[in-house]
C-alpha cells in the first residue's frame, strides 16, 4: 500500500491561511482517489475534500465549500488542502487517505492513513 504523511499545519489566527500537504511513497498516487479528513477533539472523523485520481472532479463537505481547495500533483505523488478563511471550528487533526473508489463519506473505505496534522486556529 501507499505510504503517506502530512505535513503543513500549525496555529493561525481566525480569517488566515494554511496550505497542507500529503506526500507519498511506496505507490504512486495516480492509482487512487485522494482524500482529507479531519477530527475534532471529541468528535466523529469527518470527510473535508476529495478529488478524484485524475484531478478533475471534487468533492467538498458544507463546511469548507468556497474556503478549501483540493489539489494534486501525481508526479510528485503530492496532494494539497489550501485553506483559506479559516475559522475557530475549523480546529482540528488533518489527515490524508487514499481509497480506489470515489465514496467521501463512507471511512471503511479509505485506508493507508497518515499521521495526521494539527490546525488551531485562534478566534
Known amino acids: 500500500q501507499v505510504q503517506l504523511v502530512e505535513s503543513g499545519g500549525g496555529l493561525v489566527q481566525a480569517g488566515g491561511s494554511l496550505r497542507l500537504s500529503c506526500a507519498a511513497s511506496g505507490r504512486t498516487i495516480s492509482n487512487y482517489h485522494m482524500g482529507w479528513f479531519r477530527q475534532a477533539a471529541g468528535k466523529d472523523r469527518e470527510a473535508v475534500a476529495v478529488i478524484n485520481r485524475v484531478g478533475d472532479f471534487t468533492y467538498y463537505a458544507d463546511s469548507v465549500k468556497g474556503r478549501f481547495t483540493v489539489s494534486r500533483d501525481n508526479a510528485k505523488d503530492t496532494v494539497y488542502l489550501q485553506m483559506n478563511s479559516l475559522k475557530a471550528e475549523d480546529t482540528a487533526i488533518y489527515l490524508c487517505?487514499?481509497?480506489?473508489?470515489?465514496?467521501?463519506?463512507?471511512?471503511?473505505?479509505?485506508?493507508?492513513w497518515g499521521q495526521g496534522t494539527q490546525v488551531t486556529v485562534s478566534s
Open positions: 487517505a487514499a481509497s480506489e473508489v470515489f465514496l467521501p463519506e463512507v471511512d471503511q473505505t479509505w485506508h493507508s
